[in-house]
C-alpha cells in the first residue's frame, strides 16, 4: 500500500513559477509510474503529465508542454512537477497518482491505483 502526500499549491502571479512535491511512502515507489491530473472548477479532471518508474520517460498533455516538467527521485520516493509561466488556466487542484498503467493510456486515471489528496494552484491574471 503507498501512500501519497502532494503539496506546493500555492498562488501566484500569471507568468509565475510553482514546484509541486508528491512524497510516497508505505510501498515501493520505483516500481510504479507517476502522474499528475488536475481538476479545475466546474471541469472533470484531466491529464497534466506523468513519468515512467526509473524516471527515464516522461509525458505531458499539449496544454502544458514546454511550459511543465514531471521529475522524480526514486531514491527519495518523490516526484516533482516544475511547474513555469503559469497561466490562469493552469488553475486547479493538483493529485499526483501511482500505478501501472500501460503505456497506450498513460494519460487515463484508470491505470492509477494510489492518489494524493491533491494540492491547490491558484494562478491570478
Known amino acids: 500500500q503507498v501512500q501519497l502526500v502532494d503539496s506546493g499549491g500555492d498562488l501566484v502571479q500569471a507568468g509565475g513559477s510553482l514546484r509541486l512535491s508528491c512524497a510516497a511512502s508505505?510501498?515501493?515507489?520505483?516500481?510504479?509510474?507517476v502522474g499528475w491530473f488536475r481538476r479545475a472548477p466546474g471541469k472533470e479532471r484531466e491529464f497534466v503529465a506523468a513519468v515512467s518508474r526509473s524516471g527515464g520517460t516522461s509525458y505531458y498533455a499539449d496544454s502544458v508542454k514546454g511550459r511543465f516538467t514531471i521529475s522524480r527521485d526514486n531514491a527519495n520516493n518523490t516526484v516533482y512537477l516544475q511547474m513555469n509561466s503559469l497561466k490562469p488556466e493552469d488553475t486547479a487542484v493538483y493529485y499526483c497518482a501511482a500505478g501501472v498503467p500501460a503505456i497506450a493510456t498513460i494519460r487515463r486515471s484508470t491505470g492509477y491505483f494510489y492518489w494524493g489528496q491533491g494540492t491547490q494552484v491558484t494562478v491570478s491574471s
Open positions: 508505505g510501498g515501493t515507489f520505483s516500481a510504479y509510474a
